[in-house]
């Protein structure tokens, strides 16, 4: 077996044996693996039997597709992966489709999907040697490099515009030891500055432009289909801010269709929060350059992202899947977390973006009634607990809380009557 750096652009091609994130003519690279004839279902399902071993990994259990190259003392894990599907009516019927799972990558090690790429990519730095790994961060990549990096022994530094990442999120890139530098600016700055900076300093970068990052986020596929015998939905439904996961879902799909792991591939749908949709305004208006959003907002801190590395990979993935892109508002984004939280699911707000992306596309008819769908939650309620707070208590600007479940205050002294009236009403 073999492995290869491509350009997406131009075709070239670079070896995997020195640190590139890009081609010579800027262009993005992707790892392309000449895979053997021992990659199988067989394989990957008996490895799901396996608990003393790095094969128990959600990611490394399918190492043939992901970093076949790569010596055991070299792979830096947590035990990552094996996330939970969960099916719940009262979802189900908020969406408008009978056959709706969400998949939960929030019950990675660090409480986000961000870890199937870091296993991948720290595991990479170490084989070549790097001592530095860096990143710029809405807050999970920080939390999850920052993380591995320490079991890693390495030294992590983190760029983030200050101000704008969620505490939850910020609090565990400190308590894993990241070196945070606050950035007088939005995530797109800092993600300049760090590309920057990893050049001119030898530091090994580990956003989604490196193409590692995105064969440990292949896996959330790979296991989702796993998880359901081999058989894909219809749809599966991510939410969309640097576009690292469509990228990968797309590349998943894509290999699995060619190595006969599955018979037909899902569709994707990339979903966007309304004031941070460059992806989605460049796909509805077919431009052949990214529309970039100079001031991105949203409540879904997550994919607050105006200027996505991936956009040109993602588009790939949307259109080899035969899939959509669409864009919700930051008042749906609450309401769907809300029901998400209330059937004892949880998550933080840029998941819920998935599952008020399939609601509008159901209304909107691109989903069907009968279609069996899957959307994502990329990370876990307490990433970011004061917009769960704050919707609950009307406290989020511009948004009406249509779900909350608002504390009630009591009195030192309160008797049998007033208890009973507020408990069973």
Request: hydrophobic share 35%; proline share 4%.
């Amino acid at each position: 077996m073999s492995s290869y750096l491509k350009c997406i652009d131009c075709g070239r091609e670079y070896s995997i044996e020195k640190v590139r994130f890009r081609c010579e003519c800027g262009g993005l690279l992707e790892v392309i693996h000449g895979f053997g004839n021992e990659v199988s279902r067989k394989i990957f399902d008996e490895r799901r039997k396996i608990w003393n071993s790095f094969l128990n990994s959600g990611v490394w259990r399918f190492k043939e597709l992901v970093h076949p190259l790569i010596k055991k003392e070299d792979i830096v894990s947590k035990q990552e992966g094996n996330t939970n599907i969960y099916f719940h009516e009262k979802l189900c019927r908020y969406v408008g489709i009978e056959e709706f799972m969400v998949k939960h990558e929030g019950e990675n090690p660090t409480g986000s999907f961000k870890d199937r790429g870091m296993t991948v990519g720290v595991s990479e730095a170490k084989r070549l040697k790097n001592k530095v790994v860096a990143c710029a961060s809405t807050g999970n990549t920080s939390a999850s490099l920052a993380a591995y990096a320490a079991t890693a022994a390495m030294k992590c530094i983190v760029f983030i515009p200050k101000g704008k990442v969620a505490y939850g999120k910020l609090s565990q890139a400190l308590a894993y030891g990241g070196r945070v530098l606050e950035i007088n600016g939005n995530f797109d700055f800092a993600m300049k500055l760090v590309q920057e900076t990893s050049k001119k300093l030898g530091l090994y970068l580990l956003n989604s432009v490196n193409p590692w990052r995105l064969e440990g986020q292949k896996t959330i596929v790979f296991e989702l289909i796993q998880q359901l015998n081999w058989e894909p939905p219809d749809w599966i439904i991510v939410p969309a801010g640097n576009l690292g996961n469509t990228s990968a879902f797309g590349k998943a799909l894509k290999e699995m269709k060619e190595l006969g792991l599955i018979e037909k591939v899902p569709h994707l749908a990339s979903i966007q929060a309304e004031k941070s949709s460059p992806f989605y305004e460049t796909w509805k208006k077919k431009s052949s350059k990214l529309l970039v959003v100079e001031e991105p907002e949203t409540v879904a801190t997550a994919i607050r992202i105006g200027n996505p590395v991936n956009w040109k990979k993602a588009l790939k993935a949307i259109k080899y899947t035969k899939g959509v892109v669409e864009k919700v508002t930051d008042q749906e984004i609450m309401d769907a977390k809300a029901v998400v939280d209330s059937c004892g699911i949880g998550c933080e707000p840029a998941s819920a973006a998935s599952i008020a992306g399939a609601k509008k596309l159901r209304e909107k008819g691109v989903i069907e009634e009968g279609d069996k769908v899957v959307s994502i939650l990329t990370g876990h309620l307490l990433k970011d607990p004061d917009s769960t707070m704050n919707y609950h208590r009307n406290k989020l600007p511009g948004i009406e809380p249509r779900f909350c479940n608002t504390p009630v205050s009591l009195p030192k002294e309160v008797n049998e009557n007033k208890l009973r009236e507020v408990i069973f009403s």
